[in-house]
């Protein structure tokens, strides 16, 4: 059973407009929550995190909000650009164990 | 080189051969970690080594057997693997998992896609 879980496998969002992607988690134990980006042929790539005593984190055009009695968390791409193309990952880690679990992705795609 | 590097980039191997994936990284950190990534699934870690100790190893089948000789340098070995084994293989390093009160940051090589025939 997926703890962390990314319902869309992918999204298409106009250039220039707001990309959200969706991430939801079941072990009410994570405390900390990373997005990464990853371009077909290579690795993915640290792009911001939060820890659970926040609700939000800014870096430049990327926004993480946490929701943590829903359990849910969502990263907000503004605006988006067409190199944001790429599959994001979210991941969670719990204080007792820093094992990061990983959601199955969300293939985002820029429309021009 | 900088930042972690992996080798071979692709892989064809037949059930009975034995070859062995490399990783090193050029970023002074002291953990490493093996991922596999099968299609629309999600990342499964399979081992991590820590200051050259193995830490984890998360019920992986001994087909797969890692070696850490050094903080920088991090091989999975592999032999009598199966069709379903085929997958992309990747190498991440971070600082050290004994210092950050949260998970590190993990930085990623490009993967090893493998197919085993």
């Known amino acids: 059973d997926q703890q962390v879980k990314q319902n869309s496998p992918s999204l298409s969002v106009q250039e220039g407009r707001i990309s959200i992607l969706n991430c939801d988690y079941t072990?009410?134990?994570?405390?900390?929550f990373l997005w990464y980006k990853k371009y077909p042929a290579e690795g993915p790539t640290f792009l911001i995190s939060i820890s659970s005593i926040k609700d939000k984190n800014e870096d430049g055009r990327f926004t993480v909000f946490l929701n943590k009695s829903a359990k849910h968390l969502s990263l907000h791409i503004v605006p988006s650009q067409p190199g944001d193309s790429a599959v994001y990952f979210c991941?969670?880690?719990?204080?007792?164990?820093?094992?990061?679990?990983w959601g199955a992705g969300t293939k985002l795609i820029i429309k021009p | 080189e900088t930042g972690v590097t992996q080798t071979p980039r692709h892989l064809v191997m037949g059930m009975t051969n034995k070859k062995s994936l490399k990783c090193e990284q050029h970023?002074?950190?002291?953990?490493m970690y093996w991922y596999k990534q099968s299609a629309k699934k999600p990342l499964e870690l399979m081992f991590v080594y820590n200051f050259k100790e193995q830490t984890e190893n998360n019920s992986v089948p001994s087909r797969f057997s890692p070696e850490c000789p050094n903080s920088s340098h991090l091989f999975l070995h592999l032999h009598t693997l199966q069709p379903e084994d085929s997958a992309l293989y990747l190498c991440a390093s971070s600082q050290d998992r004994r210092q950050s009160i949260y998970a590190d940051t993990q930085y990623f090589g490009p993967g090893t896609r493998l197919t085993v025939l």
């Open positions: 970023l002074g950190h002291n953990a």
């Open positions: 991941a969670a880690s719990a204080d007792s164990n820093y094992q990061l679990i």
């Open positions: 072990n009410s134990m994570f405390d900390y």
